[in-house]
């Protein structure tokens, strides 16, 4: 019988600073599904040098909002397949359609007229993620196990962050963990930037 706490999505995973692995080191995941198949999510905390205005000229959509706004890294898998992340409160498309609402505050859509809405009247949360994080099935709870993952619960407001160190911080310090306080050895104390 296994000692992991129970995972129900969505919630956030929150990376403990052993994992060195360059994807996922100091990230924070949303985590969408959980299930015997397997679990998949969002990295919310790392951008990547394209700028939403260029891959959505690359689409022929129009992008209305901040031309220096850079898509969000999701994950390694389908690194070419985009997702939009945004608070569904905040659109003023009325014809956007209301996607999924992972949680209060958060909407998800992977439909094209959808991004061309949001595209011409964005919201001030509005996050373009490409790619997600994806594990096999038993693959996620073996890791939490292992200590590598946190669970917490998601913070909207942290989904569209701008920092992904000070994200990570925040979300480690919703769950009463002070980064500064991790053992120096796992690279998590006072050297975390």
Known sequence: MSNAPELKAPAFLLAMPQIQDPFFQRSVVLLL?????????????RFTDAKVADVLTGMELEW?????????FGGPVQPQIGSVLYDPGETQAAAVEKGHEVVQGIGLTQNSSDLAKLGADPPKHFRLVLGYAGWGAGQLLDEIERNDWIIAPV????????????VWKEALATVGIDAATLPAWTGGGEGVN
Not at 33 to 45: C, R, T, W
Request: charged share 30%.
């Open 64 to 72: 209305k909002g901040d031309a220096a706004l850079r898509a969000n």
């Open 33 to 45: 599904a959980h299930e015997d198949e397997g679990s998949l999510g969002f990295i919310v905390n």
């Open 155 to 166: 913070e909207p407001r942290l989904v569209f962050g701008e920092d992904a160190i000070v």
